[in-house]
């Protein structure tokens, strides 16, 4: 049996790349579909090209979200990320020394907009979420996973 808070491959948190077209509305289309169908938006963040924008999100329901993407014509990408929960901002250097330390490059970051038990986490894409996620929890750190961040 796995340790609380080590990240398994049967239960990884899963971050959407939803692509739209860079128009008025298309963010507010995007979680309001979410929101009338009872999922909640647990992580976001938004990059914003002249044409498209890429809405990276993470969601406390992913089958539920899968289909509506589907459903509702918005394409999208899935990938694994680290989701690691934080006391504070200060953790943030030991979270990133614990990476360098394993020598894993972090692509991109994000903080999680809504935590169970009010505390902060992260959401980290990085290139090895395996050993990312070994090295964090030998320096103390909780990965979490998709059950933890579920509401």
């Not at 340790?3 to 948190?13: E, F, M, N, R, S």
């Not at 903080?111 to 505390?119: A, D, M, N, T």
């Given at each position: 049996m796995d340790?609380?808070?080590?990240?398994?491959?049967?239960?990884?948190?899963i971050q959407?790349?939803?692509f739209?077209?860079?128009?008025?509305?298309?963010?507010?289309?995007?979680?309001?579909?979410?929101?009338?169908?009872?999922v909640h938006v647990m992580a976001m963040t938004v990059l914003d090209t002249t044409d498209s924008a890429i809405i990276r999100i993470i969601v406390d329901d992913v089958e539920k979200a899968r289909e509506l993407l589907v459903n509702n014509d918005f394409p999208y990408t899935e990938c694994e990320v680290l989701a690691v929960e934080?006391?504070?901002e200060s953790e943030l250097r030991g979270v990133l020394a614990a990476l360098l330390e394993a020598e894993i490059n972090v692509h991109y970051l994000y903080?999680?907009?809504?935590?169970?038990?009010?505390?902060s986490a992260l959401a980290i894409n990085?290139?090895?979420?395996?050993?990312?996620?070994?090295?964090?929890?030998?320096r103390g750190y909780r990965v979490l996973t998709r059950r933890d961040i579920s509401r």
């Open positions: 340790a609380p808070g080590t990240v398994t491959a049967t239960d990884p948190v959407f790349s939803v739209a077209e860079n128009r008025v509305g298309r963010l507010h289309d995007l979680t309001a579909l979410l929101k009338e169908n009872l934080i006391n504070d903080s999680f907009i809504k935590r169970p038990k009010g505390k990085a290139e090895d979420a395996d050993i990312g996620a070994q090295s964090l929890n030998r």
